[in-house]
Nanobody, 114 residues
């Protein structure tokens, strides 16, 4: 599975951004898609996930502010980020979990200024 992430950029605190992750290839084998992020000097952390059935999960740090969704017709997963904080600054990565393994997209930079 190939994943193409887009939508990163710079925003002021309190603002919003929407990330997109388009999947191609063996998409029928995907069980769960998710978003992770990695801030400078920190390890990569989970942000949100969505299953094929539409079940979602969020890290406590983003719950209530971020929303993950998917458009199956477009094979795309979105991460709507609202009420953003400077601590949301990171490189964001999408991934796809399959029985055979996990695929990662390239990162997209998100910068939130105070």
């Amino acid at each position: 599975v190939q994943l193409q992430a887009s939508g990163g950029g710079s925003v002021q605190a309190g603002g919003s951004l929407r990330l997109s992750c388009a999947a191609s290839g063996r998409i029928f084998s995907i069980n769960v898609m998710g978003w992770y992020r990695q801030a400078p000097g920190k390890s990569r952390e989970w942000v949100a996930s969505i299953s094929n059935e539409g079940s979602t999960g969020y890290a406590s740090s983003v719950k209530g502010r971020f929303t993950i969704s998917r458009d199956n017709a477009k094979n795309t997963v979105y991460l709507q980020m609202n009420s953003m904080k400077p601590e949301d600054t990171a490189v964001y990565y999408c991934n796809a979990v399959r029985v055979a393994g996990v695929d990662w997209g390239q990162g997209t930079q998100v910068t939130v200024s105070s």
